[in-house]
């Protein structure tokens, strides 16, 4: 079963930092494009960060949006096949699910918009409170 199962999320202070997780099983995340998107209440479904496949043109590349830059980190362990958004300074408007994504097409160019994911995970809560 293809599929992508999150971990990590929680409850955090303003300025601290957390890390999530996304283990993906049924396929191998090697080559695909990989993205983390967010949704806060009432709001839509945003993109946060995304990680190009490699031979994709744009090679391996990140890219985040902009209200995360400089803050945020997107990776992958290959050999754990498990990606990962570790992110630092964190505001109350990082309040959100985050959800991460995967493009089944392999060696793609990522972008930080929904309809460039086949796969998602089921999303986990990160609130941060003082």
């Known amino acids: 079963q293809v599929q992508l199962v999150e971990s990590g999320g929680g409850l955090v202070q303003p300025g601290g930092s957390l890390s999530v997780s996304c283990a993906a099983s049924g396929f191998d995340l090697d080559y695909n494009a990989i993205a983390w998107f967010r949704q806060a209440p009432g709001k839509e479904r945003e993109g946060v960060s995304c990680?190009?496949?490699?031979?994709?043109?744009?090679?391996?590349?990140?890219h985040y949006a902009d209200s995360v830059k400089g803050r945020f980190t997107v990776s992958r362990d290959n050999a754990k096949n498990t990606m990962y958004l570790q992110m630092n300074s964190l505001k109350p408007e990082d309040t959100a699910v985050y959800f991460c994504?995967?493009?089944?097409?392999?060696?793609?160019?990522?972008?930080?918009?929904?309809?460039?994911?086949?796969?998602w995970g089921q999303g986990t809560q990160v609130t941060v409170s003082s």
């Open positions: 994504a995967a493009d089944l097409l392999l060696f793609r160019p990522c972008t930080l918009r929904n309809e460039s994911y086949d796969i």
């Open positions: 990680l190009s496949g490699p031979l994709s043109g744009d090679d391996g590349t990140a």
